[in-house]
């Protein structure tokens, strides 16, 4: 690698993960390089302990790693008794340490879109008759929030509760009850949750997309979100997956060289492409408090809707761009201009994603 490594850790278990960690908190002027020859960080696995092993600093340094806790203890089983015991106890997982370190290990810069949805049955017909993208009408908490609900059938709605955060941390029992209570303000009563699911997805401000591509590139093509291959500022990946899977199909060398050179290529120019909609990341991010996000999705939501389907599409015009930019800022200005400053990058206002 022609770039300076500091440390280079060998397996990006959990083990070389927590010592990644430790040495960006502890030692930002390092730059530490993680070799792991497998898809994901941390392989497949859930590790789980109990509060009471961990120093107060070592607390710290796991939990960001946190996927799931229980603070109100936990049982054991005996032929003979049981047993409630009053420790917390927590567990990691390996796709949480992968965010994670994706994040820290600074390649790329900004925050995250998290949620947890489920799909429920309601007593009654719900009356909902399309999507309700956005209600960021609900309280904010934890940056921007908004629920989103989609009626599948007359008794069957999709909610999912999601938040432009500034950190990974997703605390899936508060949400399931924020879900709940939202159906309940709306008059539904749920009578069965048929699904749930979660995630924690990259919003992408910035960053040094080379380190990036030199710490995932192993010779094969990459694909999706791993690639990169989602808007930067919604986290969007299906419009982009489709174009890549159409570009996949009209390639003549479909070779592992070929294929692994084209989705390189292709990830380069969507890199390029999105230069403005990370500078509104940052902006978003960086420049608004996170309980006043909403501001600046609700001026957005006021432009013509052919812009704002251009914008999801990732395709944004330069006149869409200075129609965004334009008119009084719903964020401080000095704010905003130290927070594109305070990227890795200068964003390209030119130009179509």
């Not at 497949?44 to 946190?66: K, M, Q, R, T």
């Not at 990691?92 to 290990?105: F, I, K, M, N, Y």
């Not at 969007?236 to 592992?256: N, Q």
């Amino acid at each position: 690698m022609a770039e300076r490594t500091d440390i280079a850790i060998l397996g990006g278990g959990l083990s070389g993960g927590l010592i990644a960690l430790a040495l960006a908190a502890r030692r930002p002027d390092l730059r530490v390089t993680m070799i792991e020859r497998e898809a994901r960080l941390g392989g497949n696995h859930v590790w789980s302990f109990f509060a009471s092993d961990l120093s107060a600093e070592g607390a710290a340094l796991v939990e960001p790693l946190v996927a799931a806790r229980w603070d109100e203890g936990y049982a054991v089983r005996f032929p003979e008794f049981t047993r409630q015991l009053p420790t917390p106890y927590r567990s990691v997982t390996s796709e949480r340490l992968d965010a994670v370190l994706r994040a820290r290990l600074p390649a790329l810069v900004g925050g995250w879109q998290k949620f947890v949805g489920q799909m429920v049955r309601t007593a009654a017909p719900h009356g909902l008759a399309r999507p309700v993208v956005m209600d960021a009408s609900v309280a904010q908490l934890d940056g921007y929030r908004f629920v989103y609900a989609l009626p599948f059938s007359a008794d069957t709605v999709f909610i999912e509760d999601t938040y432009y955060s500034d950190g990974p941390e997703l605390d899936v029992a508060a949400l399931r009850g924020r879900i709940g209570d939202w159906a309940a303000a709306q008059g539904w009563q749920v009578a069965a949750v048929l699904s749930e699911e979660t995630g924690v997805l990259p919003v992408v401000a910035g960053g040094d997309i080379a380190a990036y591509r030199a710490a995932i590139d192993r010779g094969v093509a990459l694909a999706g979100v791993r690639a990169g291959l989602f808007q930067p500022l919604t986290s969007y990946s299906l419009p982009d997956a489709a174009r890549f899977a159409l570009m996949i199909a009209g390639l003549t060398d479909l070779s592992g060289t070929g294929l692994a050179a084209a989705s390189r290529a292709w990830a380069a120019g969507h890199w390029r492409g999105g230069a403005f909609y990370r500078m509104l990341a940052a902006m978003l991010l960086g420049a608004a408090a996170p309980h006043e996000r909403w501001r600046v999705m609700q001026r957005f939501y006021r432009l013509p809707g052919g812009l704002i389907e251009r914008f999801y599409a990732g395709g944004s015009t330069m006149t869409d761009r200075l129609q965004i930019l334009a008119g009084k800022p719903p964020v401080p200005l000095g704010a905003a201009l130290r927070a594109i400053a305070g990227r890795a990058e200068l964003a390209d206002l030119g130009g179509q994603a």
